[in-house]
């Protein structure tokens, strides 16, 4: 936190003629898409008007950040605490897919974090400090790859696009899982309690989140236009990958249909300037127009899922690299299919959220609708850690090199370093992101001069 800060924002808040709303913006926010108990709300309530007095009065200090947050974050005010380098998660709840399209949220670091110069392979290039966002709503667009590179990631995975437009789920799409702290053992049923209102302070390694997006898109011409500039946006030490899914346009079921829109999807991306595509095999959220409630991971299906990916590797350029997102999947799945996909991919990824039954405290579903949603963060640390390890052997056994990118539950350097330390070529994060914009800074800082495995600088 920069030197001042809290007290420049005070007279930011009291200039602005702010502080004295903050009570009512606050309890507005926190009750937009349900109302916490009555005793619950008094206390948040009360906690805010508390604030408002001491900011009146000059009376706050850095004791009161992690309140101030909470407050200015719900009050729709985040935006205030970015100006003034103050931590705020980097994706505005209450706000709209397509308003945080255009607006990245949280502070941008006055100069770009970078490993001095060291480099590192990935899927035929080489790239700075091997850290970066996965296919997510913080990489959904130009503004917020931009964004990214400038805080330090440096694997960039733009978010999910579709070959037709597509909207997203109702809000709320993203909610902490507050009580989420440790954990899940891998291929355990999660069963998770989130809030609407609930809460976990930015930087926190014990963050956990669901969400429930629906896979939107942007039409074709929109979002090709977008990519087309992200990736004149990236420079020599980042590497722009582009996810992207298909979908049975008839409802047939027709596997040869929905490998035939993954590829002209995925060519799509290419002819937009992608120089490598991700197939999201893996995702969660996708809602099943036939039989209601949400579909299970493609992945599930080794037929399907080695047919959509030998489709779209045939209509693809030699030259444009191919990565298979996974979700996470139990010894006898991963073993029988990775041999099948090795052959045909540059790289592998994963693993996605993991499908979740997730309900509020008082019982009624957290996101309208929806049972089912991903949930991320170090709840899922450990089946990452496993599904990572398992991957790497099967690489090694099997005989065909293929690239590992590694996520789940990195929040804080340790748990980066120890997906990298398994075999994993580049490490990325979502949930971790989204409660710290600065985290791939404080993985630098932290790793930067030691990470192994780096090779010269072309």
């Given at each position: 936190m920069p030197p001042g800060a809290v007290a420049r924002l005070r007279d930011d808040l009291v200039a602005r003629r702010l502080a004295e709303g903050l009570p009512a913006a606050f309890t507005a926010g926190v009750t937009r898409f349900g109302r916490p108990p009555q005793a619950e709300l008094d206390a948040l309530?009360?906690?805010?008007?508390?604030?408002?007095?001491r900011l009146a009065a000059g009376?706050?200090?850095?004791?009161?950040?992690?309140?101030?947050?909470?407050?200015?974050?719900?009050?729709g005010q985040a935006d205030l605490l970015s100006a003034h380098g103050l931590p705020t998660p980097a994706y505005d709840v209450l706000g709209s897919f397509r308003?945080?399209?255009?607006?990245?949220?949280?502070?941008?670091?006055?100069?770009?974090?970078?490993?001095?110069?060291r480099r590192w392979p990935l899927l035929g290039r080489t790239i700075g400090f091997p850290i970066g966002v996965p296919a997510c709503v913080l990489n959904g667009s130009e503004a917020w790859v931009r964004h990214n590179v400038a805080n330090g990631w440096n694997v960039l995975t733009y978010k999910t696009v579709r070959g037709r437009a597509h909207p997203p789920n109702e809000q709320p799409n993203w909610t902490f899982a507050a009580r989420q702290t440790a954990s899940l053992a891998p291929g355990a049923a999660a069963d998770v309690v989130s809030d609407p209102w609930d809460w976990v302070p930015p930087g926190s390694a014990t963050v956990s989140s669901v969400n429930s997006f629906g896979v939107p898109s942007p039409d074709p011409g929109e979002w090709m236009a977008d990519l087309s500039r992200?990736?004149?946006?990236?420079?020599?030490?980042?590497?722009?990958?582009?996810?992207?899914?298909?979908?049975?346009?008839?409802?047939?079921?027709?596997?040869?249909?929905?490998?035939?829109?993954?590829?002209?999807?995925?060519?799509?991306?290419?002819?937009?300037?992608?120089?490598?595509?991700?197939?999201?095999?893996?995702?969660p959220n996708t809602l099943d127009r036939?039989?209601?409630?949400?579909?299970?991971?493609?992945?599930?299906?080794?037929?399907?899922t080695v047919a959509v990916v030998a489709a779209v590797r045939r209509a693809l350029d030699d030259r444009t690299g191919l990565?298979?997102?996974?979700?996470?999947?139990?010894?006898?799945?991963?073993?029988?299919?990775?041999?099948?996909?090795?052959?045909?991919v540059d790289g592998i990824a994963g693993i996605n959220t993991v499908q979740?039954?997730?309900r509020r405290s008082d019982g009624a579903a957290t996101f309208p609708g929806r049972e089912l949603a991903g949930l991320s963060g170090i709840a899922v640390r450990d089946p990452a850690l496993d599904f990572t390890r398992r991957l790497v052997a099967l690489r090694e056994a099997g005989g065909v090199h293929f690239d590992v990118l590694a996520m789940g539950g990195v929040t804080d350097p340790g748990s980066f370093a120890a997906l990298f330390a398994l075999g994993a070529d580049a490490v990325q994060s979502a949930a971790?992101?989204?409660?710290?914009?600065?985290?791939?800074?404080?993985?630098?800082?932290?790793?930067?001069?030691t990470l192994p495995r780096a090779v010269e600088a072309p």
């Open positions: 309530t009360g906690a805010a008007t508390d604030l408002e007095a009376a706050v200090g850095e004791a009161d950040v992690p309140l101030l947050t909470r407050v200015l974050f719900f009050a308003d945080n399209l255009a607006r990245p949220l949280g502070p941008r670091a006055a100069e770009r974090p970078a490993a001095g110069g992200a990736v004149a946006a990236v420079g020599d030490e980042q590497l722009l990958l582009v996810s992207v899914m298909g979908e049975d346009p008839d409802g047939t079921g027709r596997v040869d249909a929905l490998a035939g829109d993954f590829a002209r999807t995925a060519r799509l991306a290419e002819e937009a300037g992608a120089p490598v595509v991700e197939l999201n095999l893996s995702c036939s039989a209601g409630g949400v579909r299970p991971p493609l992945c599930l299906d080794a037929d399907a990565v298979a997102k996974l979700a996470w999947l139990d010894e006898p799945a991963l073993a029988g299919l990775v041999p099948r996909l090795a052959p045909l979740s039954r997730v971790g992101a989204f409660a710290d914009p600065f985290l791939a800074r404080r993985c630098i800082a932290a790793l930067g001069e």
